[in-house]
């Protein structure tokens, strides 16, 4: 099975700063990754896939990058609705796993 | 507008069973994979079953393989989760998600609650 490390799994940060999340795959997962935001009592919203790929409606703040086993989740002048719980996803192969998740709030 | 609505949940006693339901909408339902991810009371998400969009072939983690198992009715557009032999850690928020082998969980319904306790 693929393990996703992610990092921090708490983080706190300013209004306008830029803010970085990452996630390690345990085998080079081939860009297959995907990040979520979820807020609370809410089901998780997709925004980024292939790694660097923005989802449809995804204000431009967010990328991502990253390849193998290494990628990142960026966040460039952090807004108070971007606050909520982050998790990365490898759908390289089943079984599919998900990163433990960064709780992201404003300071 | 893509929707998907999840419907069965409740409470149950350990060592039952129980099947959730999955309503789609707003796309074509047979072209898609799709599948099933839980979220235990604060903690974090797991993915729980998937099934192909035609052959249905299905996939599972060691954690529900065996018990539970994921099927379609690609003319109704319903996804199904059959939960048998459930025990308390099967506790949680699960979740129907469109799954994209390219791009992974691209949408998920609103989640419906699971709780196995006597």
């Known amino acids: 099975d693929i393990q996703m490390t992610q990092s921090p799994a708490s983080l706190s940060a300013s209004l306008e700063e830029i803010v970085t999340i990452t996630c390690q795959a345990s085998?080079?997962?081939?860009?297959?990754l995907s990040w979520y935001q979820q807020k609370p009592g809410k089901s998780p919203q997709v925004l980024i896939h292939s790694a660097v790929s923005l989802a449809d409606g995804v204000p431009s703040r967010f990328s991502g990058s990253g390849s193998g086993t290494q990628y990142s989740l960026k966040i460039n002048r952090l807004q108070v609705e971007d606050t909520g719980i982050y998790y990365c996803l490898q759908y390289y192969s089943a079984p599919w796993t998900f990163g433990g998740g960064t709780k992201l709030e404003l300071k | 507008e893509i929707q998907l609505v999840e419907s069965g949940g409740g409470l149950v006693q350990p060592g039952r069973s129980l099947k959730l339901s999955c309503a789609a909408s707003?796309?074509?339902?047979?072209?898609?994979?799709m599948a099933w991810v839980r979220q235990a009371p604060k903690k974090g998400l797991e993915w729980v079953a998937t099934i192909s969009s035609s052959d249905n072939r299905t996939y599972y983690p060691d954690s529900v393989k065996g018990r539970f198992t994921i099927s379609r009715d690609n003319a109704k557009g319903s996804l199904y989760l059959q939960m048998n032999s459930l025990k308390p850690e099967d506790t949680a928020t699960y979740y129907c998600?469109?799954?994209?082998?390219?791009?992974?969980?691209?949408?998920w319904g609103q989640g419906v609650m699971v709780t196995v306790s006597s």
């Open positions: 085998q080079d997962i081939g860009n297959y």
């Open positions: 998600a469109r799954h994209e082998p390219l791009t992974g969980l691209d949408y």
């Open positions: 707003g796309f074509t339902f047979s072209n898609y994979y």
